[in-house]
């Protein structure tokens, strides 16, 4: 298995505002992904990030609002920029670790919760 | 398109009775299926993983089914403990380590 810590695990941020969540996984891994729980929802894929190359943004996401930045194989940050309440929601980082025998799994860290008022 | 669908979003059992959890998928290109665990304000736990060369997979108290014919997919979870509480994901992906895609979630309640 893998740990994944993200930081913060919670802010309340001021409409506008921008704020940057980080993730470090405990191990080397090539592809780490970004998603988004919005209250009563499920779990919505914004990007996935590869290190050494531009993050993938699904559709209804834009770089300019949650740039990535993924500058080596245990790091990302995921930004929230210009915040409304509408961005209030747990952002999760994952990890897909490779090399396990028939290992399909991804690892999640604890979530970040973010309200924006 | 919700191309994972858990329709159920309760359910409650008595401890020591069977849990099962259900799950529907459109995209015939899902090749992998994960059960995930979530506890609020923690992140998803892993749970037990099928490819879809396999109909079954177990690992301990918890079983999951494949039916590719139907689309369908569940987890068992047999003797359901209070501690197993917590909302369950299932989701697909269409190959090893690639984007996860998550159903609704159900909340399980295990009452002693």
């Known amino acids: 298995s893998a740990v994944i810590s993200q930081k913060p695990s919670r802010d309340i941020c001021q409409r506008g505002t921008s704020l940057t969540i980080q993730c470090q996984v405990d191990s080397q891994v090539t592809m780490m992904f970004w998603y988004r729980q919005q209250p009563g929802q499920s779990l919505t894929l914004i990007a996935t990030?590869?290190?050494?190359?531009?993050?993938?943004?699904e559709s209804g996401f834009v770089i300019d609002k949650f740039p990535i930045s993924r500058p080596n194989l245990t790091f990302s940050t995921l930004t929230v920029s210009n915040m409304s309440p509408e961005d209030s929601s747990i952002y999760l980082c994952?990890?897909?670790?490779?090399?396990?025998?028939?290992?399909?799994?991804?690892?999640f860290g604890p979530g970040t919760r973010l309200t924006v008022t | 398109d919700q191309q994972v669908k858990q329709n159920s979003p309760s359910l409650s059992v008595q401890e020591g009775r069977i849990s099962i959890l259900n799950c529907d998928y459109t995209n015939s290109m899902f090749d992998y299926f994960l059960w995930y665990k979530k506890y609020p304000a923690e992140g998803p736990t892993f749970l037990i993983s099928?490819?879809?060369?396999?109909d079954k997979n177990e690992d301990g108290r918890f079983t999951v089914f494949l039916n590719k014919s139907a689309k369908h997919l569940s987890l068992h979870i047999v003797p359901s403990q209070p501690g197993d509480s917590a909302v369950y994901f299932c989701a697909a992906s269409v190959a090893s380590g690639s984007r996860l895609t998550f159903g609704e979630g159900t909340q399980l309640t295990v009452n002693p």
């Open positions: 990030a590869n290190q050494g190359s531009e993050a993938t943004y």
């Open positions: 994952s990890a897909h670790i490779p090399g396990q025998a028939l290992s399909y799994e991804q690892y």
């Open positions: 099928i490819s879809s060369i396999k």
